[in-house]
């Protein structure tokens, strides 16, 4: 079970500070948050909406519903979102089906609690769990890259594979 809480006290606390400054210096007027609650983890997508620090700002943003195709088109954020996040794996699933049938995002999940996030010991012994219950281990990966050639966020999930090998299968 996700650990919502410890993960708030982890990045999404650290970006919700670096909006409060934000909002300390009047960059923005208020902040909506949506965190998807309880399976933040799980969401290849969490909201945040700076909003406007008055009526004419307000106005500006209303401008949207007259907008253009073009000006609506969400392409740029899409291509900004690529590149910020390139490498890191969101949990989108996009790489699946994987031909042996590996959980793919799950094993990068559970290896990312193990050696990424740092959430401690009970983080640890729970993934280590989940990844022990897993019916098709990172070790059957074949590299057949086709998984690779599917994520949008350039992850290295072949190499990823190996390092759950080594750290769940082999307690390096
Ligand atoms: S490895 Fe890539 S495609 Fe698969 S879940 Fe992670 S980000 Fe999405
Ligand atoms: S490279 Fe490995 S994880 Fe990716 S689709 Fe092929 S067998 Fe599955």
Known sequence: MV???????GWAQESIDILKGYQREGRVGFIGLSNHYPDIARQAVATVVPGPRNAGELNQA???????EDDKSYDPLDAELATR?????VLCKHCLPCPREIPIPEVISCLDYVVNYGHGPRHDSTSRQRYAS?????????????????CPFKVDIIGKMKRAEEVFEEGA
């Open 134 to 150: 897993m019916q098709v281990k990172a070790s059957d990966c074949s590299e057949c890259g086709e998984c690779m050639e599917r």
């Open 62 to 68: 209303l401008d949207y519903v007259q907008a253009g």
């Open 85 to 89: 996040l390139h490498g890191q794996c």
């Open 3 to 9: 650990d919502s809480e410890s993960l708030w006290r």
